[in-house]
């Protein structure tokens, strides 16, 4: 498998779902459907954030993610992030996700705090962990989203 790639994005729009597809456009992931998986990184595959995604194939194509994500009716602020811990010794690692309509500190600190937790119930040898975190704000009539995604690779047919 090739490099884990962490994106990330912010948006507003007239709506809950315009201001995510916005946000995820914000990322380069809005053309492909997206498939969540849990929070295991594979043994050997490196994690790198790159902000926004490459050219991961044609459109419309399946795409394996990990995403922590929020959306909210304005006037607000929401913050959305994602962590991760990779092993020292080419084992697998973990990430954890976290948002809502909070300070981007609080989403830091949550996904920190599950990281530890996660590293605590396996006997991995885990480095230590990176965090990333997006805000976005919108005002009265207009929605904000944030998202923070990793990404598995390239996008694979999905019929």
């Known amino acids: 498998m090739s490099?884990?790639?962490?994106?990330?994005?912010?948006a507003t729009g007239p709506t809950a779902m315009a201001a995510y597809d916005a946000a995820l456009a914000d990322a380069g992931v809005e053309n492909y459907n997206l498939v969540t998986v849990s929070s295991v990184i594979p043994a050997g595959v490196p994690v790198e954030g790159v902000g926004t995604a490459p050219d991961l194939g044609p459109a419309g194509e399946r795409l394996t993610v990990v995403e922590g994500r929020a959306r909210a009716a304005g006037p607000t602020s929401v913050s959305a992030g994602l962590g991760?811990?990779?092993?020292?010794?080419d084992g697998p690692g973990l990430f954890y996700e976290a948002a809502g309509e909070v300070e981007p500190a609080d989403v830091e600190r949550r996904i920190?705090?599950?990281l530890a937790a996660g590293s605590d119930l396996r006997d991995w040898n885990l480095g230590e962990p990176q965090v990333i975190v997006e805000r976005a704000s919108a005002d009265a009539g207009e929605?904000?989203?944030?998202?923070?995604?990793?990404?598995y690779g390239e996008s694979e047919p999905i019929v």
């Open 84 to 89: 991760w811990v990779e092993s020292v010794d």
């Open 3 to 10: 490099t884990i790639q962490v994106v990330q994005g912010s």
């Open 143 to 151: 929605y904000a989203a944030a998202v923070a995604v990793a990404v």
């Open 112 to 114: 920190r705090e599950g």
